[in-house]
């Protein structure tokens, strides 16, 4: 099932709703490029509060979808990981260290809010 | 003759109808022992007065009418039915009693060792002109007693192992807890030993606060924890790794001395973490973190602390 992207300008929300194929996330990606092009969007929170598993391709695509976006100067969010979903990325090595993450969806605004504008930082 | 005694125990203690000769020797001995009950068993009280006087202080004497017929009558069905499942819910039972305390461990196993030799006393005296028929009862009656023995030790054992099992789980439940400074904030102090179920479950608790109380900043603190090596200080990136995964900053405190010396020199790397000296340090960079001033107040006009009542 293909993510939707929500646009709350001048941010865009990806509210992920079930387990991911490696074809939802290339979508993903290639659907949060674009649209940040053409909204002049900020800041990107991908919410993966509904996600019960993370393996190391969803992990990766992430990264790589975080640092693609950095390079247009968009900050990327990661929200909602679950706490048993940690544990088992951190048991599995997966600790995203360069992408920014959050509680929810809310934190992850609040954050992309109050960070200065400008470039977009590396992480924490 | 003992072989063959033995062998005739053995038969019994299955319960098996077809030999013959252990079965009514075994019919025999708990008739016998059903008809002489009172008897026996008054004696059994006697001999348990006299060598412990506390046994009788500890219960009344129509507890002590009830308890010795009861374990009278389960040692009986034992040796009759030649299943122990009477005796095992029996020796359960008083072992949940001897761990509250109301009957202690010696107790109950010199009163079985009490009962066990007014048995063989009353056989002796029975059997005293047939020394063969003698040989033969105990055959069928030694066993049965040393299982119940048996039975009655490991209900005892197994009762304090559980016990035990029971407040090693506390302990560790109550060893870290996950403890809130102010909103957002939580400390985290970690004390003891920690190993690899001990820093997996702390993760699970911290990981599950940080979710329930909405935590930015966590303030970790191993000023508690004596040795740190290579595992220890995995774990403990393993957390903050966790931690940092659902978006919440993580601050190392208390790194010791020779703690700091270790970590260098076994070459962990824990430059990824932020660390601060001690655990007021850490709560200040929190309150950075999270745009909390905490400002001396006038003592004049600072709200008063009740005054304890003289």
């Not at chain 2, 359960?92 to 461990?105: C, D, N, P, Y």
């Not at chain 2, 020779?258 to 709560?283: E, F, K, N, W, Y």
């Amino acid at each position: 099932m293909p993510v939707p992207i929500l646009a709350q300008a001048p941010y865009l929300i990806a509210s992920v709703q079930s387990a991911l194929t490696d074809a939802d996330l290339i979508g993903l990606q290639n659907g949060l490029l674009d649209e940040a092009e053409r909204r002049r969007c900020r800041g990107v929170v991908v919410d993966v509060t509904a996600l019960d598993v993370m393996d190391s391709f969803s992990t990766r695509t992430l990264q790589s979808l975080a640092a693609m976006l950095r390079l247009r100067g968009v900050e990327t969010v990661i929200a909602g990981i679950q706490p048993n979903v940690a544990m088992a990325m951190v048991q599995l090595g997966l600790t995203m260290p360069d992408v920014r993450t959050a509680l929810d969806l809310d934190e992850g605004l609040a954050y992309l809010q109050a960070r200065p504008h400008g470039s977009a930082g590396r992480g924490q | 003759m003992t072989a063959t005694a033995k062998a005739k125990g053995g038969v019994s203690r299955n319960g098996s109808s077809t030999a013959t000769s252990p079965g009514t020797l075994k019919d025999d001995l708990v008739a016998y022992l059903r008809q002489d009950r009172e008897k026996l068993r008054g004696e059994w009280v006697q001999a348990m007065a006299a060598s412990d006087k506390l046994w009788l202080d500890s219960l009344t004497p129509a507890e002590q009418e009830l308890e010795s017929v009861k374990i009278y009558d389960a040692c009986l069905d034992c040796l009759d039915s030649g299943s122990y499942g009477g005796a095992e819910e029996f020796a359960e039972r008083m072992a949940r009693q001897a761990a509250v305390g109301v009957m202690s461990v010696e107790r109950f196993l010199g009163g079985m060792l009490t009962l066990r030799d007014v048995y063989g006393r009353s056989l002796f005296r029975r059997f005293l002109k047939e020394p063969d028929r003698h040989n033969d009862v105990l055959g069928v009656f030694e066993p049965v007693v040393n299982r119940i023995l048996v039975i009655v030790a490991m209900a005892f054992i197994t009762e304090r192992e559980r016990v035990l099992r029971q407040q090693q789980e506390a302990i560790r439940e109550l060893s870290t807890p996950v403890l809130q400074v102010r909103d957002r904030l939580l400390i985290l102090p970690i004390i003891g030993l920690i190993d690899s179920d001990r820093a997996r479950q702390l993760t699970e608790q911290l990981l599950n606060a940080i979710r329930e109380l909405r935590a930015r900043v966590v303030v970790m603190d191993i000023t508690g924890v004596a040795a740190v090596d290579s595992k220890v200080a995995n774990h403990l990136i393993q957390t903050v790794d966790a931690a940092r995964l659902l978006g919440t900053t993580v601050i190392l405190t208390g790194v010791s001395p020779a703690t700091a010396q270790t970590i260098v020199t076994i070459g962990v790397d824990l430059s990824r973490i932020q660390t601060v000296g001690d655990l007021q340090g850490g709560i200040e960079a929190a309150d950075r973190l999270l745009d909390y001033r905490v400002i001396a107040g006038d003592p004049v006009a600072a709200p008063a602390v009740p005054a304890p009542v003289a």
